[in-house]
């Protein structure tokens, strides 16, 4: 038989019951279900969040594959929030380079945390700037 979706309601994380890890799978399985209940503006941001968190992960996992052990590295990404981000955006936006980075610092560090160790991190104007040892 065929199944008929009847009810609408919420699943939180703390519901699932568990620890539960939020990887790629995770979200693609949230997104299906998104396409499934024909949720499209939901699957359309947990996509575009796939793949900009998944570039992140290869990107950074292609720094390390190309780097000698304990090499150095000197990365920056944007001070999500900060007045001069702000101001840099704007600017992004109307010249049509809408910036896509939207992890938070606490994803970005546990991405870099899985190939390097982190030295020094230094906030300077719109940027935070991470000085990196490959593990």
Do not use: W
């Not at 998104?34 to 947990?46: I, K």
């Not at 780097?67 to 600017?91: C, Q």
Request: hydrophobic fraction near 35%.
């Amino acid at each position: 038989g065929k199944e008929h979706l009847t009810e609408s309601g919420t699943l939180s994380h703390n519901d699932a019951g568990g620890e539960e890890r939020e990887d790629r799978y995770t979200l693609l399985n949230d997104i299906s279900i998104g396409r499934n209940l024909h949720d499209h503006d939901t699957m359309e941001s947990l996509l575009r969040e796939y793949f900009e968190k998944d570039f992140v992960c290869r990107a950074v996992a292609e720094f390390s594959r190309i780097m000698k052990s304990n090499g150095r590295f000197v990365l920056d990404i944007p001070n999500i929030g900060s007045p001069e981000f702000e101001i840099t955006k704007l600017i992004e936006e109307y010249l049509g380079r809408k910036d896509r980075f939207n992890l938070s610092v606490e994803e970005f560090e546990t991405i870099l945390d899985t190939h390097f160790i982190i030295d020094k991190k230094e906030t300077v104007g719109s940027t935070i700037q991470y000085f990196l040892i490959k593990k």
